[in-house]
C-alpha cells in the first residue's frame, strides 16, 4: 500500500471533504481525488461514499481510517523521541487555541517566549474546532473545555468570566440598564452555531431576568466570540463576553458588574507521548506563569 496515498485518505476523511483537505495539505483537489480513487482501485473498495454535503466513509473506510489513525500517531510518537534533545528546549512547537483567546491574549505574549526560547520554532493554529492532537495537528492545545479523550494529559489553566458588554456609542444612543429587566428594552447580538461552540451556555444573556426560561430574541447572531466583540464595539447592541477579550478595549463598557455569567475552565492539554519533550514543558511553565499575573 502506498503510504502517500494512504496519508491523503487520512487527511480526506478527518475533513470530511476534498476542498478542506486540498487546503491542509497544499495539494489540488483534482490532485487528491486521483490519489483517491487510485487507493480504492489498489484496494479493490470503496472508501468513500460521496453526496452534496461532503464524503463520508463506508464500512471499509472506517476501517482503513482507524488503523491509518493509529500508525500515523505511533510514528507521531516514535519521530518525536527520536527528535527531541532532552538537555534545551528545541524545535517545531504548534500550539492550537480558539480565535478569540488566541488573538487576543496568546499572541501579544509568544514574542517573549521565543526570546527566552530561541531554538523553538512557534506555530500558531486558531480554530474554534479543537484539532486532533494524537495525530500531531498540533503539539498544544488550550481548549475551552475538558477534553473527552484519556489519553491526554490535561490540567486547568484558568477561570473565564463572563459579563454582559456594550458599546459606549450604543449605550449613549439608548441608555445604561440599571436593573436586569432593564435590559428587555435593549438589543443583544448571540453567538450563533458553531462547531463546537467555544462558548459555555452562550445564551444565559438572553434569559436573565426572563421569566418561565423565555429569552430574548438577537438582533444578530455571529459564530465568532471576536466578532461578537466587534459587533459590540461598532454598536450594534449588547452582548456576554469573556472578560479578557475585552481588556485595553477602547469604547467597551461594562454591564450591570454584579451580574455574571457562567464561569468556564480553559485547559491545557497534550499528548501523553509529549510528557518529557522539553519545548512542551518549557511552553508550559512559561504559560503558567504568564496567566498567574492575569486576572480573567
Request: no cysteine; aromatic share 10%; proline share 5%.
Amino acid at each position: 500500500m502506498d503510504w502517500d496515498k494512504l496519508k491523503i485518505f487520512h487527511a480526506v476523511a478527518s475533513a470530511g471533504s476534498f476542498t478542506k483537505a486540498a487546503y491542509s495539505l497544499n495539494l489540488s483537489q483534482s490532485a487528491i481525488s486521483r490519489q483517491i480513487q487510485s487507493l480504492e482501485n489498489d484496494l479493490k473498495s470503496q472508501l468513500f461514499i460521496r453526496h452534496a454535503r461532503g464524503l463520508s466513509l463506508t464500512e471499509n473506510g472506517d476501517y482503513l481510517f482507524n488503523t491509518a489513525h493509529e500508525v500515523i500517531s505511533k510514528l507521531k510518537d516514535v519521530e518525536t523521541v527520536l527528535s527531541e534533545h532532552k538537555d534545551k528546549p528545541s524545535g517545531k512547537l504548534t500550539v492550537t487555541t480558539v480565535v478569540s483567546f488566541g488573538t487576543t491574549w496568546l499572541t501579544p505574549r509568544i514574542q517573549e517566549f521565543m526570546t527566552l526560547n530561541p531554538e523553538i520554532e512557534v506555530e500558531l493554529i486558531f480554530d474554534d474546532k479543537e484539532l486532533d492532537l494524537s495525530t500531531r495537528q498540533a503539539d498544544i492545545g488550550i481548549w475551552m473545555r475538558r477534553p473527552k479523550q484519556l489519553n491526554y494529559i490535561q490540567r486547568k489553566l484558568i477561570d473565564i468570566n463572563y459579563h454582559i458588554y456594550g458599546s459606549t456609542k450604543y449605550l449613549e444612543q439608548y441608555g445604561y440598564p440599571k436593573n436586569v429587566s432593564e435590559l428587555n428594552k435593549h438589543k443583544f447580538i448571540s453567538y450563533g452555531k458553531g462547531t463546537p461552540s467555544p462558548v459555555f451556555n452562550p445564551i444565559w444573556a438572553l434569559k436573565i431576568g426572563m421569566k418561565e426560561n423565555k429569552k430574548r430574541k438577537p438582533v444578530m447572531k455571529v459564530n465568532s466570540v471576536y466578532g461578537l466583540l466587534l459587533a459590540v464595539q461598532s454598536g450594534v447592541g449588547l452582548a456576554a463576553l469573556p472578560d479578557y477579550i475585552t481588556v485595553n478595549v477602547p469604547n467597551i463598557v461594562k454591564i450591570l458588574p454584579e451580574v455574571e455569567g457562567p464561569k468556564t475552565q480553559a485547559h491545557f492539554v497534550y499528548p501523553e507521548s509529549l510528557k518529557n519533550v522539553a519545548r512542551v514543558q518549557a511552553f508550559r511553565k512559561f504559560l503558567y506563569s504568564k496567566v498567574s499575573e492575569w486576572k480573567f
